[in-house]
């Protein structure tokens, strides 16, 4: 893979070289969408670089924190519901998880033992208890220059931008309940 910088691709310069096709599309949406993906990138990076150092993935990771939010087993298909994946890609998640023991799998249901619940193991709940606060400061120390003004819009346009990919942004009541992002 490239570490081709996004803005320094020649979208622009095709955009114009084909009007017939692209002239109904925006250079400055492409210049946005662009950097925005540059950014994402940078991001997805930083943090899966900090879940390397403790043998996550982000979606490990992002399955560990589910389970802590929800405080509670979870069935593996709440669990991709909630992730917003598979549930092919949460049993891989899972299978490796129980490898290294940091979830466990036991019957969710006494009358029907093919229901599984998912739980964090003790040494789950410890990688997470250091991992979070090293996390957390992290995500907190990057948008730290902004004001809450600034937070605000960041956030309100980001929601515009999910809801352009076709997905709904959650509401902010959604997020603090469930304790997501």
Do not use: C, W
């Amino acid at each position: 893979m490239s570490d081709l910088e996004l803005r320094d691709t020649p979208a622009l310069a095709v955009l114009s070289q084909q009007p017939e096709a692209l002239g109904h599309i925006r250079a400055e949406h492409i210049a946005a969408a662009q950097d925005l993906l540059r950014v994402s990138k940078k991001l997805l990076g930083a943090f899966t670089d900090e879940f390397a150092l403790h043998g996550l993935s982000p979606g490990r990771y992002a399955l560990l924190m589910g389970l802590y939010a929800a405080r509670q087993s979870l069935a593996p298909s709440e669990i991709a519901d909630r992730l917003g994946v598979t549930r092919a890609t949460v049993t891989d998640l899972i299978t490796g998880l129980v490898r290294d023991g940091l979830v466990a799998s036991a019957p969710a249901d006494d009358r029907d033992r093919r229901r599984k619940a998912i739980v964090l193991t003790p040494a789950g709940k410890d990688l997470l208890g250091g991992l979070v606060p090293e996390i957390f400061a992290r995500m907190a120390e990057i948008v730290a220059p902004l004001s809450a003004q600034e937070l605000t819009t960041l956030v309100q346009l980001l929601r515009k931008v999910e809801v352009g990919l076709g997905r709904s942004a959650p509401s902010a009541t959604e997020e603090q309940g469930n304790g997501h992002r």
